[in-house]
């Protein structure tokens, strides 16, 4: 079954706010079965929508509206959809007294212009939204059921889980997809694809590949409908790919991030992290923190931007610090050291170095130090000690912290699972100076 989509309003448009719709409904399509074939943006325009109305309708099965449903001069959905209908609009007196019920028990009354969401093209049924005010509608033309949702993100989720999906699966044939993921740190789409590209050749024509790439990470998508077949090939695909893959996974079980795996690492040894952020600014302690539970094995980090704070929190020599300054392998070590030694956590993680614009200290923007230091006599292992040295090219400031952070958690993954040091990162533990230090 193909469904359009149609994402109505000019926020979309001009860029004032981003779109999720899109992501999300063909996820949820898709793990049932279904495929979201087509997608089209329209304007707050009565014309712009009527036509793309008619357009999705040529498209697909079903089409799926959303947006322009509210009380505003430029929410015209409805009147568009009357026109594409060719039929007139009606109050609906008992969605009004709905609505009004809903107003009221925000502890509001009905203003003038909410009324207009009572209003339905002739021959159409309102849909329950059941996390606002704005019914939805829903119409048939040729065979086609068309529906209309609220364009806030919460509110379309729960009317097309609640009113609209129920009626997908019970009038189309769907045809399920397994989707095993392989989820790579590290690695660019080109590397990966090149590693698999005598496994793809041999793929069978029942199942698909997809890469998805983003910033430090690689999505490796294999689908078909035998389970069994998926899985199979997927697993000879990550053996291939080596151990940058930090997940294999369900495309229905929860997305495993990289830093969850760490959390998981963690937890199974029993075993804590603190970090000392330096050009990463806490975004590596804000990663691990979106995980549910961190506090179990996260005890907190301390962001030292500037050399006193490396001094008085973390411990740093003044005389360090004069004679190599701040970005250098030295100073990430010690401050690894230097952030364990105040928390008592296992592991202490290290962030140091140049976001940019411009060089600083002499050294060019996207030079990059991250250090870990951790495990000892008390765990019955030797002190375990890392630095990495990262030169990250053709990048912005943004990119450069933000690939920092994924370097800093594929560290302590890849030595929590006994594995080398990334191929793509430079290892600088003999310029740490840690041998002073013993």
Do not use: C
Request: net charge negative.
């Amino acid at each position: 079954m193909r469904t359009s989509a149609v994402l109505i309003g000019d926020e979309l448009l001009n860029g004032s706010t981003a779109d999720t719709a899109v992501s999300w409904l063909g996820a949820r399509l898709f793990e049932n079965g279904f495929e979201l074939s087509h997608v089209q943006l329209a304007a707050d325009n009565l014309a712009a929508i009527s036509d793309a109305i008619f357009i999705a309708v040529a498209h697909g099965d079903a089409v799926v509206l959303t947006g322009g449903l509210g009380p505003t001069s430029d929410d015209l959905t409805r009147n568009a959809l009357a026109r594409f209908l060719r039929v007139p609009l009606n109050r609906d007196q008992a969605l009004l007294a709905l609505i009004g019920k809903r107003y009221e028990a925000f502890g509001e009354s009905l203003p003038d212009n909410a009324a207009l969401m009572a209003d339905l093209p002739d021959g159409t049924v309102a849909l329950v939204n059941q996390e606002g005010s704005a019914p939805g509608i829903r119409a048939m033309m040729d065979g086609v059921p068309i529906y209309a949702l609220p364009g806030v993100p919460r509110e379309m989720r729960a009317m097309f889980d609640n009113e609209v999906l129920p009626e997908l699966v019970s009038q189309f044939e769907a045809k399920t997809q397994t989707t095993y993921i392989l989820r790579v740190a590290l690695e660019g789409e080109s590397a990966v694809a090149m590693k698999l590209r005598d496994w793809e050749r041999e793929l069978p024509d029942s199942l698909s590949v997809a890469y998805l790439p983003d910033p430090g990470n690689i999505l490796v998508k294999v689908s078909g409908r035998n389970e069994f077949e998926v899985k199979k090939y997927a697993e000879s695909a990550a053996e291939l790919i080596g151990d940058s893959v930090y997940a294999r996974q369900n495309r229905q079980d929860r997305p495993e991030s990289l830093e969850s795996k760490v959390h998981q690492l963690l937890a199974a040894k029993h075993q804590t992290l603190a970090t000392a952020e330096s050009l990463t600014g806490g975004a590596v302690g804000q990663a691990l923190t979106r995980i549910p539970g961190a506090s179990d094995n996260y005890l907190g980090g301390v962001v030292a931007y500037s050399p006193s704070l490396k001094v008085s929190l973390l411990g740093l020599s003044p005389a360090l610090l004069d004679r190599v300054g701040t970005v250098n392998p030295e100073v990430a070590y010690a401050m690894a050291l230097g952030v364990r030694q105040a928390t008592g956590a296992t592991w202490g993680l290290a962030t140091t170095g140049v976001a940019g614009p411009g060089p600083s200290q002499g050294q060019a923007p996207g030079t990059v130090y991250v250090a870990l230091v951790g495990g000892g006599p008390d765990l019955g292992t030797e002190l375990i000690e890392r630095v990495i040295r990262l030169r990250i090219t053709k990048a912005n400031r943004e990119l450069i912290r933000g690939m920092s952070v994924i370097h800093a958690l594929e560290l302590v993954r890849r030595t929590l699972s006994g594995l080398a040091i990334a191929g793509s990162t430079e290892d600088v533990t003999h310029l740490s100076g840690r041998e002073a230090k013993q």
